[in-house]
């Protein structure tokens, strides 16, 4: 079955740096594209960062220029490079993927951006 689990969720200062990971299994990783995605308290979920199975990136604006999507075929892992966070950064980051046309994702890990 398809399982993806998300780590490396901290507290940091306003400025800081953090670097995300999820670990996939149970579907053929390097023919998938991987998306990471975000939701803070009372918002709904935003998709931050995306990369294709051949490795073309996109991202949102908002963190356009801060944030960096990367994968490892051969540890079927997705990375999520965060730097100059903000406040607004805080939030459960989710790594997503469709398999089948169904879409799965983690249960997340915690981002918190404060002083």
């Known amino acids: 079955q398809v399982q993806l689990v998300e780590s490396g969720g901290d507290l940091v200062q306003p400025g800081g740096s953090l670097r995300l990971s999820c670990a996939a299994s149970?579907?053929?990783?390097?023919?998938?594209?991987m998306r990471w995605s975000r939701q803070a308290p009372g918002k709904p979920r935003e998709l931050v960062a995306a990369i294709t199975w051949r490795g073309s990136t996109d991202y949102s604006d908002s963190v356009k220029g801060r944030f960096t999507i990367s994968r490892d075929n051969a540890k079927n892992t997705v990375y999520l490079q965060m730097s100059s966070l903000k406040p607004e950064d805080t939030a459960v980051y989710y790594c997503e993927v469709d398999v089948l046309r169904v879409a799965y994702w983690g249960q997340g890990t915690q981002v918190t951006v404060s002083s």
């Open positions: 149970g579907f053929a990783f390097s023919l998938k594209d």
